[in-house]
């Protein structure tokens, strides 16, 4: 029944980082054709060996992304040792496409193993623990060349996902190594750009214009959530979703001597909160407005890369798409605004590229509350990162990176002792292997 065997190019998210962090890595699946379908096997392995020096303070910032182990008498940082996927979870992606009625169709459903067992958000290794799978990808597509595509299903949104392509520590393992205890790291998510996320849309992608392309489409809202990490008092839980959320993207990219790409993205959602969820007793149901844009480029010089990025957004959060995005305090509820962004510089030598990055996240008070009510709330994360890529062959690389890690509270002094601030340095070796 299966015959034809050969490779193909992969084309899902992660062959798209391999071009954009030009590792050397392969950019092929297994392919084999079964009757009038071609079918596509491809995916990724990779784990981390990642060490972190936490800070001892006696405090925790809210949605803080630097390690604490809160002993203000320890003697010296405490340090956390993992076994982990980096940024990137594994993944076994299949996909298969054919042409009928003048359409190409296919469909793509992409499963992503974890190395952690009991993956979550401070959750620990215990013994007899299973490892989880995400279904992150599972979606039908339908088009043609001469006039674009149609996507139904779940699959990377459009908002910021080419910030996330383009960062270096897409490879590797970035911030949130060793202590987060989730699925995957957080690379440069929350400290640099807001997280795409899988989502579950319909969208509409153009064909490609001599490098210029633009994508559309309607995707199921999130809802507004406390911050990812400590106690946020202010915090709005809205889960009412009346109407899609809408993203967006454009993007051009040309092939010279120099060079390079440029893109801008938005997202807009509207999330309501429960029939007198915050005022008990009256009618009406509030509601959060959050809308998002980036703008971003990358320049390709010889063997330099650079890539400059730059959000802003109101009402949808830090991190993640939700999370801190609105407050509820002195009797209203109000947005949240966050901007920030990322500067990195690569220059590729044989087969390493060697690389550095920094950037940062910035969250603010919403109009109703102020660091006496909340002083714990974060106000900036950022990082530095220093990363050497190594492709030891066509699919297999070795990673090495430093990462140094600083979380900032709204508040100028609300820790016992003194000081606004949490920091932590992560050393991280391993390595990931594309098919």
């Known amino acids: 029944m299966f015959r034809n065997f050969k490779l193909k190019r992969l084309g899902v998210c992660v062959a798209a980082a391999c071009t954009v962090m030009g ?18 096997i491809s995916g990724n392995v990779n784990g981390f060996a990642t060490w972190n020096k936490c800070d ?47 359409l190409d169709i296919g469909f793509t459903i992409g499963f992503y193993p974890t190395l952690r067992t009991n993956p979550g958000v401070g959750s620990g290794n215990t013994a007899l623990g299973n490892a989880s799978i995400n279904v992150r990808q599972n979606f039908l597509t339908f088009g043609d060349k001469s006039w674009g595509q149609v996507k139904v299903g779940r699959d990377i949104g459009l908002y910021a996902s080419d910030a996330i392509l383009a960062d270096m520590t897409l490879l590797g393992v970035g911030s949130g190594a ?117 703008v971003g480029g990358q320049l390709n010089i010889a063997n330099f890369q650079g890539v400059l990025y730059y959000y802003d957004a109101g009402g949808i959060g830090t991190t993640a798409i939700g999370l801190g995005a609105a407050a509820f305090a002195n009797g209203s509820l109000q947005k949240r605004d966050s901007n920030g962004g990322y500067a990195q510089v690569t220059y590729k030598l044989g087969p390493v590229k060697l690389g550095y990055s920094y950037g940062q996240s910035n969250l603010k008070f919403a109009s109703n509350e102020n660091a006496l009510g909340n002083p714990l709330l974060v106000k900036k994360n950022s990082s530095n990162v220093i990363g050497a890529y190594y492709a030891l062959t066509e699919s297999l690389n070795l990673v090495g990176e430093v990462v140094w890690t600083e979380a900032e509270a709204q508040g100028t002094n609300p820790g016992v002792g003194g000081g606004n601030k949490i920091s932590d340095t992560a050393f991280i070796l391993g390595a990931i292997l594309f098919f």
């Open 23 to 40: 590792t050397g890595a392969a950019q092929a699946g297994i392919g084999f054709r079964a009757g009038n379908w071609d079918l596509d």
């Open 56 to 102: 001892n303070k006696s405090f925790n910032i809210a949605g803080g992304l630097a390690c604490n182990n809160g002993d203000p008498n320890g003697a010296g940082n405490n340090t956390v040792n993992s076994i982990e996927s980096g940024l990137l979870p594994s993944a076994l992606v299949f996909s298969a496409k054919t042409r009928q009625a003048n």
């Open 178 to 294: 060793a202590f987060l205890g989730g699925v995957t790291t957080l690379g440069r998510i929350g400290i640099g750009y807001i997280y795409t996320d899988w989502i579950p849309q319909i969208t509409y992608s153009s064909p490609d214009w001599s490098g210029f392309k633009f994508a559309v489409g309607a995707f199921q809202g999130l809802d507004l959530q406390p911050v990812l990490i400590g106690v946020d008092p202010d915090a709005a839980t809205l889960t009412n979703h009346r109407q899609p959320g809408f993203q967006g993207k454009v993007s051009y990219e040309w092939k010279a001597t120099v060079g390079g790409k440029v893109w801008a993205s938005f997202m807009q959602q509207t999330v309501k909160a429960n029939n007198n969820q915050f005022a008990p007793g009256s009618p009406g149901t509030p509601s959060i407005n959050g809308f998002a844009w980036d």
